[in-house]
């Protein structure tokens, strides 16, 4: 069974970082790209990254870029997002999800909260 | 980038109601249209990928069509559990954009 994990959520200070993970489970990882996409308290979904199987194609969308970095590691089975220079408005939940050949993502984390705060 | 501008943005049906949600991409999208449900503290449940193909194990209640840039999210039969949130989400191009999203609630 298709299991997708994350941690690593907390309440961080603007200006800090914070990395969050998922751990992947029940396919073979190391043959999928793999997304992270966040909802904002009571907003609507916005994808953030997405990386390729072997991790050697990242994307990103504009308003994170040179601050977060996507990453993978096929041994371990874990997806990784290290969050730069957090503002207020990165606060949202924050959900790995796993793409498929539509481009439409078939499984999703539980998602874990990231609160950036004073 | 492409919006996605899905409508209503909320809307109040009967058990058993027919219930229409659109989305309109800003550009072409071809084929790369998904739909997915959402209920509170959840994650969202891929309904319909591809436009029109129901993922493995969606009741066929739940239905997609479109084309282009008009696109078609269709449950034909409104059921207790279907009362959610519903999002569109195009993958034409990135960045990947998500409709604003579509409260189904009771009437």
């Known amino acids: 069974e298709v299991e997708l994990v994350e941690s690593g959520g907390a309440l961080v200070q603007p200006g800090g970082s914070l990395r969050v993970s998922c751990a992947a489970s029940?396919?073979?990882?190391?043959?999928?790209?793999m997304s992270w996409v966040r909802q904002a308290p009571g907003k609507g979904l916005e994808w953030v990254a997405n990386?390729?199987?072997?991790?050697?194609?990242?994307y990103y969308v504009d308003s994170v870029k040179g601050r977060f970095t996507i990453s993978k590691d096929n041994v371990q089975k874990t997806l990784y997002l290290q969050m730069n220079s957090l503002r207020v408005e990165d606060t949202a939940v924050y959900y790995c999800?796993?793409?498929?050949?539509?481009?439409?993502?078939?499984?999703w984390g539980q998602g874990t909260l990231v609160t950036v705060s004073s | 980038d492409t919006q996605m501008t899905q409508s209503p943005s909320s809307l109040s049906a009967s058990v058993g109601d027919r219930v229409t949600i659109t989305c309109r991409a800003s550009?072409?999208?071809?084929?790369?249209l998904a739909w997915y449900q959402q209920k509170p503290g959840k994650a969202p449940k891929l309904l319909i990928h591809?436009?029109?193909n129901l993922q493995s194990g969606v009741s066929s209640r739940f239905s997609g069509s479109g084309s282009g840039t008009d696109f078609t999210l269709t449950i034909s039969s409104l059921q207790p559990e279907d009362f959610a949130t519903y999002f569109c989400?195009?993958?034409?191009?990135?960045?990947?954009?998500f409709g604003g999203g579509t409260k189904v609630e009771i009437k």
């Open positions: 999800a796993r793409p498929v050949a539509s481009r439409s993502y078939d499984y």
């Open positions: 029940g396919f073979t990882f190391s043959s999928y790209w």
């Open positions: 990386i390729k199987e072997d991790g050697s194609e990242q």
């Open positions: 550009q072409g999208i071809g084929s790369w």
């Open positions: 591809g436009v029109f």
């Open positions: 989400q195009q993958a034409g191009s990135l960045p990947f954009t």
